[in-house]
């Protein structure tokens, strides 16, 4: 069935009970490579636009922070504009396309030349710096109201956070890069409680409205989740846990991301139960599968994440979380395996004795159904 076709049915459906009155009107949907072909025409306009503007005020101003400051807010009231002309709902996806490029342009365009009016690269390496980032893509957040345009801003805002949480963990600035999966496992088990959260409330939000306004920042705490959650897995230093010079912190390795991880796992399937009011058998069951599982792969937070995804997936109905939830899951696995915490014989029964747990509770599982 169409697009079309099931909002028609539904349409029906409402009209039968009351709900909608009045005739179906069709919302016509321009095909995909139109749209393509626009939104290309719009970065392509938007990056002939910023090369002359930026070349002109760098060239008028060299090195005025205060000027780069002042076109950069310039550039963002104007992609402020130019959404509300476009609309949430319209089809000038050119112009769309336009504004965002604008928008990013004149983000960064405003956060260097406050680094450069304030104190240059000295403020750079302050966290206060990096939160208030954050809180300027929080604000953008609020003021447009365009979906691409939420989720880019959602994602610049825990970017930001990770920069902020990473320079106060490092002490020395030398070995920031020591330290970034360490800051990055506190932050993404807080992006998967956050999107939990979401998914738990969801229906609450759409009766009050609300759905619309934080789902790309939902979709954008997921995708960040799953990102730091690869890097976690893949990237922690193996002399993270004993390197200690000028300042840097002893670091515990990425078991703590896994355990915060895995916490929000087994809450999130908890709630589920509780939901689909199982009996307390399967409820202990479902529990006690969850935590093995969770023990056996704590040192891979990337395939705790991936799994928490699918699961939330699943819950909502969202093919695009199903997907990236798939595709974390496999990437977990594989930079689980070759990541240099352990040896190849701890990570291979690690990941066989995973496999049998799943294996025994699908065979489980298929009797279950087999009976009445």
């Not at 930026?54 to 060239?59: R, Y």
Request: aromatic share 10%; hydrophobic share 60%; net charge positive.
């Amino acid at each position: 069935m169409s697009a079309q076709t099931v909002e028609r049915k539904l349409w029906d459906d409402l009209a039968t009970q009351g709900v909608v009155e009045g005739e179906y009107v069709a919302n016509p949907r321009t095909p995909w490579p139109i749209r393509l072909l626009m939104g290309a025409a719009g970065w392509l306009g938007a990056l002939f636009f910023q090369v002359f503007l930026l070349g002109s005020v760098f060239a008028a101003t060299r090195g005025n922070g205060l000027a780069m400051l002042v076109t950069g807010l310039l550039m963002l009231g104007g992609a402020v504009l130019l959404y509300r002309m476009a609309g949430e709902r319209s089809r000038r996806i050119a112009l769309g396309q336009f504004a965002l490029a604008l928008s990013l342009g004149g983000q960064g365009m405003a956060i260097f030349g406050t680094a450069e009016t304030l104190g240059g690269e000295w403020l750079v390496d302050r966290a206060a710096f990096w939160l208030g980032v954050a809180g300027f893509e929080v604000a953008l957040y609020v003021i447009v109201p365009n979906r691409l345009h939420r989720f880019v801003v959602a994602l610049g805002a825990w970017a930001a956070l990770a920069f902020a949480l990473n320079i106060l963990l490092a002490g020395a600035r030398h070995y920031g890069w020591v330290v970034l999966p360490w800051s990055l496992g506190w932050l993404m088990p807080l992006a998967c409680a956050v999107v939990t959260v979401f998914v738990l409330k969801e229906h609450a939000l759409a009766a009050h409205g609300q759905h619309g306004r934080w789902e790309p920042g939902a979709d954008a705490t997921l995708v960040f989740a799953l990102a730091a959650a690869l890097l976690v897995t893949g990237a922690t230093h193996p002399l993270a846990g004993v390197f200690d010079e000028r300042g840097a912190p002893r670091l515990a390795g990425p078991w703590l991301a896994g355990v915060l991880t895995e916490v929000v796992l087994l809450i999130f399937a908890l709630f589920e139960c509780r939901r689909l009011h199982v009996g307390a058998r399967v409820s202990a069951a479902v529990m006690v599968v969850t935590l093995a599982f969770a023990a056996l792969m704590v040192m891979a937070p990337a395939v705790g994440a991936g799994v928490l995804a699918l699961a939330l997936a699943l819950r909502r109905g969202s093919l695009p979380w199903l997907g990236l939830g798939v595709a974390a899951l496999i990437a977990g696995f594989v930079w689980y395996y070759g990541s240099l915490q352990w040896t190849l014989l701890a990570k291979s029964a690690t990941l066989v004795a995973a496999g049998v747990l799943l294996l025994a509770v699908r065979i489980v599982m298929r009797r279950m159904e087999a009976q009445p």
